[in-house]
């Protein structure tokens, strides 16, 4: 695998100028490169950690805001990017996640405001399952292959994607996935809040011997068949009203 080939450069890049995300790498060489604002927000990444061991790892986000926990700005993530193809598309990457009315891993628990319409994965993939009993917004994690957005898919409409979308085959191919038994936790009780997640397998990162992470915050903008999700594209991070 290649390490920030240039081609990845630009897309990130991309993605700073034209919505604001705050993207950082372990080993600085993205950093910072976004025009300041008054307020900082939960897609800010201000600083960051990855301990590695020989079986696990456990990451942490700090960010330059709130968190949100309650899904008031929709589906949103942060990702370490960890693998990249051979002309330097992000290819594997551990997602941290927040989606009210979405299904896609047991650690949502049901959402106590009614969804009009709960959509997701876990029905499709797991026997006995309903998604109504795992959609708020509790933070969870996932392991998602990515992919180039073709003309032909539905995020090629969206206006706020990056140029990425979930390869949704490569990714279910594995079911632990897309529910990694791993609690994610957002601190927000301090100055500088927190989501970190500890005890990944490290054979679950497609490219084990990674020695750096590409950090990025975004947004997701999924299309459905039904209650299946089918493209989940990934998309400049939506913000908070300014105060």
């Given at each position: ?70 899904g ?13 193809t ?43 399952i ?35 979308e ?70 400049t ?7």
């Open positions: 695998m290649k390490m920030f080939h240039p081609n990845l450069m630009a897309t990130i890049l991309t993605l700073l100028m034209a919505g604001g995300a705050q993207a950082a790498s372990s080993n600085t060489l993205i950093q910072n490169m976004i025009d300041p604002r008054a307020q900082k927000t939960w897609a800010d990444i201000t600083d960051f950690t990855i301990t590695k061991t020989p079986k696990k790892v456990d990451v942490t986000i700090t960010a330059g805001g709130i968190i949100p926990i309650d008031s700005l929709g589906a949103i993530g942060y990702g370490i990017i960890t693998g990249f051979d002309d330097g598309q992000p290819e594997n990457v551990l997602a941290l996640t927040s989606h009210l009315c979405v299904a896609d891993s047991f650690e949502q628990k049901a959402a106590e405001e009614r969804c009009d319409n709960t959509v997701g994965l876990l029905a499709a993939l797991f026997e006995g309903i998604n109504e009993e795992h959609n708020d917004a509790t933070w969870h994690a996932h392991f998602l292959d990515l992919k180039p957005i073709t003309e032909s898919s539905d995020c090629a409409n969206v206006s706020e994607n990056i140029g990425l979930v390869d949704l085959e490569r990714t279910l191919a594995t079911k632990n996935n897309v529910s990694p038994d791993n609690d994610v936790r957002v601190n927000n009780n301090r100055t500088e809040p927190t989501i970190s997640v500890s005890n990944l397998n490290l054979s679950d990162f497609h490219n084990t011997d990674f020695k750096k992470g590409v950090f990025v915050s975004f947004g997701i903008r999924g299309f459905a068949s039904g209650e299946t999700v089918t493209h989940l594209c990934l998309t991070p939506p913000l908070p009203p300014s105060k």
